[in-house]
């Protein structure tokens, strides 16, 4: 009977997280249950290291570039059942074989592995061997250009006569915008944590459905979201749209469209030969989108950056994605385009302050502790889930602040190392990387007052940091700004 209570607690919260967490191609895959069932009683006790990848349910979901990057060189990571982008091996390819259970169970282990090799290779805490690579990838994007495949993410469609009532009450900035605009935004729960940070963008309503343009009446908005967290964005937007019943739809296109970014100083250039519209400041200005020919076939460009440099996202239905890819890179190749994962979005995204839902941003996270107040349209009168718990903290105070930390000392952090001020334990790191632009390792993490005091920027200022690796601790200096580019002048076309 003691156990009664706890169990009913921990039934409804697996129920309320599962479907959050996984998608139901996954779920529904009785392939894919067993295999990663296997693999997580298989690895318990193995050392968690910082860019292991699972073999088992792999190859699940791939996008329509998958074999195109494979060929030249892909090493791909598993996030939410999709293959994407790791980073690109110059020396041969790496396909991910099925799953052969480590030998067990009448399975013959595979022998030459070279997917299973690379990340062997990387079974490390110094900085792992394809260091370089990487730097590479990150570099000629800051000085060149790079194409990063970016088709994982979630690609949701908001549309009906009470979308506008329902995208007030979910977003946290005014997304009142006309046609062509994109606002970049959070989702809170009632707590003010955020949920979700997303771009939102407005569409003319149409009578003919494509993936680019689905058919509606009344508002619409295009809703682009990191794919890892799609499910749960799906989850926290329905969970919505039921409780306020709205008279909307959400529908899903994450599997028909393809998403190409094209990012560095020559983006413009590039994407002038292979689009049909004028990519000047003045025709197409920073957070704006429009449906565009590419290489002749219909596409969403839309002008953003999620690593600090002038470029566009484009967004292609499935079937033309290997035509769109093909001809920015055959019209990129004289300028020094290249193939850029995961690894150097990491990079070149924490180098210029960009947050990552999951690892800056958690539910229990408030966009005024996490820096992102502009997000919130606080100066208007129009709710929104979580205004309530914004502006009570707001009026008190924020009694922790997420801090940008950079060291000098030529040594790799991954997240949970100590930060310290004036020789005491203020936070621990969320997420670190290096930063190759800088030439300097790069850590994010949100510090506390010991003495229970609000954490303000004078706060941040006036204290001396260091960052603990492993028991030493290592000086470091703290920012209130991006330590990259901190007046996003490179996102704007100005270098």
Not at 24 to 40: D, F, G, M, P, Q
Not at 93 to 106: H, R, T, V
Not at 360 to 388: H, Q, V
């Amino acid at each position: 009977m003691c156990a009664l209570g706890p169990g009913q607690g921990l039934c409804g919260f697996v129920c309320f997280l599962a479907p959050r967490r996984f998608h139901h191609s996954l779920t529904n895959n009785n392939r894919w249950i067993r295999e990663r069932s296997h693999e997580s009683y298989a690895k318990n006790y193995s050392v968690v290291f910082p860019y292991d990848e699972p073999l088992a349910g792999r190859n699940m979901r791939k996008d329509p570039l998958h074999v195109e990057l494979l060929r030249q060189g892909c090493v791909f990571q598993e996030r939410h059942g999709w293959e994407r982008p790791g980073w690109f091996n110059p020396q041969s390819e790496a396909p991910i074989l099925d799953y052969d259970f480590y030998g067990a169970y009448g399975h013959r282990s595979h022998e030459d592995y070279a997917y299973s090799r690379l990340l062997s290779d990387e079974y490390t805490f110094d900085f792992p061997p394809h260091h370089k690579i990487i730097r590479n990838e990150c570099l000629t994007c800051r000085n060149a250009l790079a194409l990063f495949d970016m088709s994982y993410f979630g690609k949701f469609y908001l549309v009906g006569p009470e979308a506008r009532k329902a995208a007030d009450w979910l977003f946290t900035a005014d997304v009142r915008k006309a046609p062509g605009a994109t606002v970049y935004t959070c989702m809170l729960n009632k707590r003010g944590g955020v949920e979700s940070d997303l771009t939102v963008s407005p569409i003319e309503p149409g009578s003919q459905s494509t993936a680019l343009a689905p058919s509606f009446k009344g508002d619409g908005y295009y809703l682009a979201i990191g794919g890892a967290v799609a499910q749960h964005n799906w989850c926290h937007i329905t969970t919505a749209l039921q409780d306020g019943k709205f008279r909307c739809r959400l529908i899903d296109q994450s599997e028909e469209l393809g998403m190409i970014s094209v990012q560095g100083p020559f983006s413009r250039t590039v994407l002038q030969e292979v689009l049909d519209t004028d990519l000047s400041n003045e025709a197409f200005p920073f957070s704006t989108h429009k449906l565009v020919k590419a290489a002749g076939c219909t596409a969403r460009a839309m002008r953003l950056s999620f690593v600090g440099e002038m470029g566009w996202e484009l967004h292609v239905p499935k079937a033309h994605c290997v035509r769109v890819y093909r001809a920015v890179m055959e019209a990129g190749a004289k300028h020094g385009i290249t193939n850029a994962g995961y690894r150097a979005i990491d990079s070149l995204s924490i180098e210029k302050g960009y947050r990552h839902w999951h690892a800056d941003l958690r539910p229990d996270d408030t966009p005024l502790e996490a820096g992102l107040a502009f997000t919130c349209k606080l100066k208007s009168n129009i709710p929104f889930l979580g205004r309530e718990a914004v502006e009570a903290q707001k009026a008190t105070g924020i009694f922790r602040r997420l801090v940008c930390f950079t060291i000098d000392e030529k040594v790799p952090m991954f997240g949970l190392e100590a930060i310290w001020r004036n020789n005491q334990v203020v936070g621990h790191v969320r997420r670190a990387d290096f930063g190759h632009t800088i030439n300097k390792t790069i850590a994010y993490g949100y510090i506390r007052d010991p003495d229970g005091g609000p954490v303000s920027l004078e706060y941040v200022k006036s204290g001396e940091y260091a960052l603990e690796r492993m028991g030493i601790a290592y000086p470091a200096k703290a920012h209130t700004r991006s330590p990259f580019d901190p007046d996003n002048k490179r996102v704007k076309g100005i270098y």
